[in-house]
C-alpha cells in the first residue's frame, strides 16, 4: 500500500512569511493532488500535478512535483490570515487515492 | 453549473443498522467517488463508480457497498452499523475516472453519527 507522508502537521506562522509543507509518498505515481479543508467544510481542489516537474501557481500558492524524488511540495508565500486551514495531498496510483495525513496551517496576524 | 450534491447531510444510526447515503455529481461528470474522513485514520478512498461500474476499492470491508446509476448519481450503502463507523462521508465528482489524472469536485459530506 502507498503511504503518504505530510509534514508538518501543524504549522503556525505569521502574516507575510514564507512556507513550505512537504508531501513524500512511498512508490511511483504521476498525480499528485493538492486540496484545502476549512474546519467543518469539504474539500476543496487546490491544484493537480501530473507530470515530473510540473509546477503550478494560484495567488499566494505554489505547489510542484518531483517524481523522481516521490516529493511534492506546496510553497505560501507572504501568508494571509485566509490562508489558515488544513491542506491535503493526494497521491493516486492506478485508480486507488491516498491521502496525506494533511498539515494544519495557522496564519497569525 | 450546480456542484456535488449530498444527502442526507447530517444522520443519526444505531449500531447494527444499515445506511444509505446518496451522491449526485456535476452535470456531465460520469465518475464518483467515496471517501471517509475520521479523526484517527484521516482520508481514506472507499470506491470509484465510473459510467455505472466500480473501477476499484479501497481497503474496507464488504459492510461498505455502493452504487451507480445511469445518470450519474450515486449511493453507498454500509450494512451492520459499527461505532467506528462514524465519520464524515465524502463523495467526490469528476469528468473521467481517477486514473486519467482528472481533478476532483467535492461534496459538502454526510455526518454520520453511529450511536
Known amino acids: 500500500e502507498l503511504k503518504v507522508e505530510q509534514n508538518p502537521l501543524f504549522l503556525s506562522m505569521q502574516e507575510g512569511k514564507n512556507y513550505t509543507i512537504y508531501c513524500n509518498y512511498s512508490?511511483?505515481?504521476?498525480?499528485l493532488y493538492w486540496y484545502r479543508q476549512d474546519p467543518g467544510k469539504s474539500l476543496e481542489s487546490l491544484f493537480v500535478?501530473?507530470?515530473?516537474?510540473a509546477v503550478k501557481q494560484e495567488g499566494r500558492l505554489m505547489a510542484s512535483l518531483d517524481t523522481k524524488a516521490r516529493l511534492s511540495t506546496l510553497h505560501i508565500t507572504a501568508a494571509v490570515h485566509d490562508l489558515s486551514a488544513t491542506y491535503f495531498c493526494a497521491v493516486g496510483t492506478g485508480n486507488q487515492f491516498y491521502f496525506g495525513t494533511g498539515t494544519s496551517l495557522t496564519v497569525i496576524p | 453549473k450546480a456542484g456535488v450534491t449530498q444527502t442526507p447531510r447530517y444522520l443519526i444510526k444505531t449500531r447494527g443498522q444499515q445506511v444509505t447515503l446518496s451522491c449526485s455529481p456535476i452535470s456531465g461528470h460520469r465518475s464518483v467517488s467515496w471517501y471517509q474522513q475520521t479523526p484517527g485514520q484521516g482520508l481514506q478512498f472507499l470506491f470509484e463508480y465510473f459510467s455505472e461500474t466500480q473501477r476499484n476499492k479501497g481497503n474496507f470491508p464488504g459492510r461498505f457497498s455502493g452504487r451507480q446509476f445511469s445518470n450519474s448519481r450515486s449511493e453507498m450503502n454500509v450494512s451492520t452499523l459499527e461505532l467506528g463507523d462514524s465519520a464524515l462521508y465524502l463523495c467526490?465528482?469528476?469528468?473521467?475516472?481517477?486514473?486519467?489524472?482528472?481533478?476532483?469536485?467535492f461534496g459538502q459530506g454526510t455526518r454520520l453519527t453511529v450511536v
Open positions: 500535478l501530473l507530470s515530473n516537474g
Open positions: 467526490a465528482s469528476s469528468l473521467f475516472y481517477l486514473g486519467t489524472g482528472t481533478e476532483a469536485f
Open positions: 512508490t511511483t505515481s504521476d498525480r
